[in-house]
C-alpha cells in the first residue's frame, strides 16, 4: 500500500476515520491489539486497553455468531491530532450541535464474530474488526463494517489496506451536500443534516436515490436516526418518564444482556431529545475494565449526569445507589417500578426508579402503538410514530426558550458604530417563567402537567447550560456582525477626521482583526466594504506608520 519510509498525507482519511483496528483473544493475554491501520497511527495505554475490552462482549452474554454494537472512550489529545482540528472545527459550526465531533471522546463500531472453531487450543475463532471515528454515525459506519468484517474474517489485513485506500479518496465530510463514498466495491450514499435543518421547526433532512447515479449505491436515508420502536419497546410505556430524566440530564444505568441491545438503547436515549445535544457523558456499552469504571461507580459521592450501557451481572450490585435504571431483557413490556430500596430490583424489564415525572403520559399515543405492536404494524412505522410524538415534544419545550433568548438581544437601532458591540441582556429564568402562561409549550403540545417545574429542573441541568452557552455564542457573533455592518455604512472620513493618530491606529487594527474572523456571518459585500474602509483609514495615517502597519500583516488589508 505504501513504500517502506514513506509518509502519505493521512488528513483525509482522519477526515473520517481515526483509524481501523482488530482485537483478538490470546490465551495467555486475552484480548490483545492485533492490528491498528494505517500503520502510523498511535493509540494511548488507556485507549489500547479500553479498545481491547469494549470491543468484546462480556464473558456471561453468550453472543455466539456474528454481532454489532458500539462504544464510546475518552480521546488522548496529542499534537496529531491537533493537527486535523480544522476540519472538525469547519464541519461542527455547519452541523446540527447534536452530530458535533467533540475531541476528547471517540466513537469505537464493532463486528465481533465467535464461532466454534475444534482447531483453536480454546475452541472457538473470537475477533472483532473496529472502526474508531470522532463521527457518531451509527447507520454508516455499522453498514461499512457489515462489507469489511467478513472479507477481513476470509483474506485478512489485505481488505482492511484496501478499504483504508479507499476511506483515503472520500470527499470531506460537509453538512448538506449528497456524498458517495465508495468502498471495498460498494457506493454508500449519505447527507449529513446542515445546522439550519437542526433547528427546532425545520424540516428533517433525508436522503432519497438518485435513479440517475450509474452504479446504484446504498442510500442510507439518515446517518444518525434511530429505530425508536425496536430500541424502546420494552419500556415503551414509560417514554414520557424516560424524555424527562434524559432532558434534565439525570444518572441513568441501562442493564441489556448482551452489548448490542444496551448500546443501541442508551443511543436511544440520547436521541430522544435532538435537535437538542444530550450534553452530558454517555457510554453505549461500559464494562468493569473501563478506565472510568472507579469514577462512575463511587459510593461515596452522588452518580454524575452519565448513561451507562452494561451487560455484566455485576454492576446490578455496583451501581444498585443509581437513582434510574433500565433493564432491557426479553421481548415482554416492563414495568414501572417505584422504588428507594435499590434491593428490591428483580431481573424483571422494566424502568426502576422513585422518580415523579413532571409531565403525564399521552395515553391516546401509547394506545396506538400498542394496539400496534398487537397489530403487528412494521417497526419503521412504529418508529415514525413515535419519532414525531418525541420530536414535537421537545418543540414544544425549547420553542419558548428560543422565544425568549432571542427577546434578549438589543434593538438594531441601539447598535452605535462609534461605541463597544452591545451584549444580549442576561437570562432570568423567574421572567422567562412569566412568559409561559401566554406563550408556553401548553399551546403547541397536548401533553399536560407541570411545565414550569419542568424548566425549573431542566435550568439545573447540564443540557441547559449547554444550550445557553451556544445561543449565547451564536447571539453574540450575531451582534458583532450587525456593528460591523453598521460601520461599513459610516461616513469612515467624518469620523477618521476627528480622531488623533493613536485613536485612528486603533480603529484601523480592530477593524483589520474583526475582519479576519471568518466564523462571524457577515456578509460578502459588506466585509469588501469594510475593507475599503481599512485602507481609508490607512490613507489618513503617515507613510512611515503605513508601512510599518503593512509590514505587519498586509495579508489583512
Not at 497511527?41 to 462480556?58: G, M, T
Not at 461542527?92 to 475444534?118: E, H, I, W
Not at 420502536?229 to 424527562?244: P, R, T
Not at 422513585?354 to 396506538?368: A, E, G, V
Amino acid at each position: 500500500m505504501q513504500a517502506k519510509g514513506d509518509v502519505l498525507p493521512w488528513e483525509r482519511f482522519r477526515d473520517w476515520v481515526h483509524c481501523l483496528a482488530v482485537v483478538t483473544f490470546d490465551l495467555e493475554l486475552g484480548q490483545t491489539l492485533e492490528t491498528v491501520y494505517p500503520l502510523h497511527v498511535k493509540l494511548s495505554e488507556e485507549e489500547k486497553s479500553n479498545v481491547c475490552y469494549l470491543s468484546f462482549p462480556d464473558s456471561n452474554s453468550g453472543c455466539m455468531g456474528d454481532t454489532q454494537f458500539h462504544f464510546r472512550i475518552r480521546h488522548s489529545s496529542s499534537k496529531l491530532n491537533k493537527l486535523f482540528c480544522g476540519v472538525s472545527n469547519k464541519y461542527n459550526s455547519n452541523c446540527p450541535p447534536a452530530l458535533q465531533t467533540d475531541p476528547k471522546f471517540m466513537n469505537g463500531y464493532v463486528y465481533f464474530r465467535q464461532v466454534k472453531d475444534p482447531s483453536l487450543r480454546r475452541g472457538y475463532f473470537q475477533k472483532s474488526v473496529v472502526i474508531l471515528t470522532k463521527f457518531s454515525f451509527g447507520n454508516l459506519f455499522h453498514q461499512i463494517l457489515r462489507l469489511l468484517a467478513p472479507q477481513y474474517f476470509d483474506i485478512g489485513l489485505r481488505s482492511i489496506e484496501l478499504a483504508c485506500n479507499d476511506i483515503y479518496q472520500w470527499p470531506s465530510p460537509v453538512p448538506g451536500e449528497v456524498l458517495n463514498l465508495f468502498i471495498l466495491g460498494s457506493t454508500f450514499e449519505i447527507l449529513i443534516p446542515t445546522a439550519s435543518s437542526g433547528r427546532l421547526g425545520s424540516p428533517v433532512q433525508q436522503l432519497k436515490a438518485n435513479p440517475s447515479f450509474p452504479i446504484s449505491p446504498v442510500v442510507i436515508t439518515s446517518v444518525h436516526e434511530v429505530n425508536f420502536f425496536q430500541c424502546l419497546k420494552q419500556i415503551i410505556c414509560h417514554l414520557h418518564l424516560l424524555w424527562e430524566l434524559v432532558l434534565t440530564a439525570e444518572p441513568i444505568v441501562v442493564m441489556a444482556p448482551v452489548p448490542d441491545s444496551s448500546a443501541n438503547t442508551v443511543n436511544a436515549l440520547i436521541r430522544m431529545i435532538y435537535p437538542l445535544r444530550y450534553a452530558a457523558d454517555f457510554r453505549p456499552y461500559f464494562t468493569i475494565h473501563d478506565t472510568d469504571f472507579k469514577e462512575y461507580t463511587m459510593k461515596s459521592a452522588l452518580p454524575p449526569p452519565v448513561i451507562l450501557g452494561v451487560t455484566n451481572p455485576f454492576f446490578a450490585k455496583t451501581l444498585q445507589h443509581w437513582p434510574h435504571i433500565i433493564r432491557i431483557g426479553s421481548n415482554t413490556i416492563g414495568k414501572l417500578k417505584k422504588v428507594n430500596n435499590a434491593k428490591l430490583l428483580d431481573a424483571q424489564p422494566g424502568v426502576y426508579t422513585s422518580y415523579r415525572p413532571f409531565l403525564q403520559k399521552d395515553k391516546f399515543l401509547l394506545k396506538k402503538v400498542i394496539m400496534g405492536m398487537q397489530s403487528h404494524r412494521p417497526d419503521e412505522v412504529q418508529t415514525v410514530i413515535l419519532r414525531r410524538h418525541i420530536h414535537e415534544l421537545t418543540e414544544s419545550f425549547m420553542i419558548p426558550l428560543e422565544r425568549y433568548v432571542a427577546s434578549l438581544m438589543p434593538l438594531q437601532k441601539d447598535i452605535n458604530p462609534h461605541k463597544a458591540v452591545p451584549s444580549p441582556r442576561p437570562f432570568n429564568p423567574d421572567d422567562f417563567l412569566v412568559t409561559l402562561e401566554s406563550s408556553g409549550p401548553q399551546l403547541t403540545s397536548g401533553v399536560k402537567g407541570d411545565w414550569s417545574g419542568l424548566y425549573k429542573k431542566f435550568f439545573r441541568s447540564i443540557n441547559f447550560s449547554d444550550w445557553y452557552n451556544l445561543r449565547h455564542k451564536e447571539a453574540q457573533e450575531k451582534l458583532q456582525a450587525l456593528h460591523l455592518e453598521v460601520i461599513s455604512e459610516t461616513d469612515i472620513h467624518s469620523w477618521v477626521s476627528g480622531l488623533n493618530e493613536v485613536e485612528a491606529v486603533d480603529l484601523f487594527l480592530r477593524l483589520r482583526e474583526q475582519i479576519s474572523q471568518t466564523h462571524l456571518p457577515i456578509n460578502p459585500s459588506v466585509r469588501e466594504k469594510l475593507q475599503q474602509q481599512v485602507v481609508a483609514i490607512l490613507n489618513t495615517l503617515p507613510e512611515d506608520l503605513q508601512s510599518v502597519l503593512i509590514s505587519q500583516n498586509s495579508s489583512k488589508i
